[in-house]
T-cell receptor, first 113, second 113 residues
Framework: GENVEQHPSTLSVQEGDSAVIKCTYSDSASNYFPWYKQELGKRPQLIID?????GEKKDQRIAVTLNKTAKHFSLHITETQPEDSAVYFCAASGGSGYSTLTFGKGTMLLVSP | EPEVTQTPSHQVTQMGQEVILRCVPISNHLYFYWYRQILGQKVEFLVSFYNNEISEKSEIFDDQFSVERPDGSNFTLKIRSTKLEDSAMYFC???????????FGSGTRLTVV
């Protein structure tokens, strides 16, 4: 089955800096890669996603890039703000487990004012 | 914006007892899921349900787990004989397409004592 690795596990940045979180996946058939933000005790919230026919997608301060050959994808947050502090999860699906989301272990992002 | 509703928000149960977690997916969604998240860990897939039957399940979803859609709106997860290690946050999710556009519920925190 699919395996998703996520790095780093924690990331501390100063307000206004950029943050980058990286994920790799194992199933070359996976074709959908969402990113979720989870605040403490709350549900995962989809913040951006990318499909395998696209190399990059941007939504205001958030962007995701996908390298299908290398089987990795990254989340980029620019001009970070304290309210960006949360745990971020990458996920992959569409491969052998068609609609199953396989999550990475998460990155705790802390943005200091 | 449509939401996935879960009840109860918190359930405490004695080891060995049966629990039923309830979910109301978004009304025009066709695919339903249960995921769990042990405190501080990643979100893990349990089971997916489509067309009134299980479409995929993980190794975690053993014989003590079952799912049901008893009517046109509810989707339930039953744990027959709870164990301490079943303590986790359980998230229900639904999707219209089965691949994109997952919406997660706010979760049920299950504590087995």
């Amino acid at each position: 089955g699919e395996n998703v690795e996520q790095h780093p596990s924690t990331l501390s940045v100063q307000e206004g800096d950029s943050a980058v979180i990286k994920c790799t996946y194992s199933d070359s058939a996976s074709n959908y890669f969402p990113w979720y933000k989870q605040e403490l005790g709350k549900r995962p919230q989809l913040i951006i996603d990318i499909r395998s026919n696209v190399g990059e997608k941007k939504d205001q301060r958030i962007a995701v890039t996908l390298n299908k050959t290398a089987k990795h994808f990254s989340l980029h947050i620019t001009e970070t703000q304290p309210e960006d502090s949360a745990v971020y999860f990458c996920a992959a699906s569409g491969g052998s487990g068609y609609s199953t989301l396989t999550f990475g272990k998460g990155t705790m992002l802390l943005v200091s004012p | 914006e449509p939401e996935v509703t879960q009840t109860p928000s918190h359930q405490v149960t004695q080891m060995g007892q049966e629990v039923i977690l309830r979910c109301v997916p978004i009304s025009n969604h066709l695919y339903f899921y249960w995921y769990r998240q042990i405190l501080g860990q990643k979100v893990e897939f349990l089971v997916s349900f489509y067309n009134n039957e299980i479409s995929e399940k993980s190794e975690i979803f053993d014989d003590q787990f079952s799912v049901e859609r008893p009517d046109g709106s509810n989707f339930t997860l039953k744990i027959r004989s709870t164990k301490l290690e079943d303590s986790a946050m359980y998230f229900c999710a639904s999707s219209q397409t089965g691949l994109y556009g997952y919406t997660f519920g706010s979760g049920t925190r299950l504590t087995v004592v």
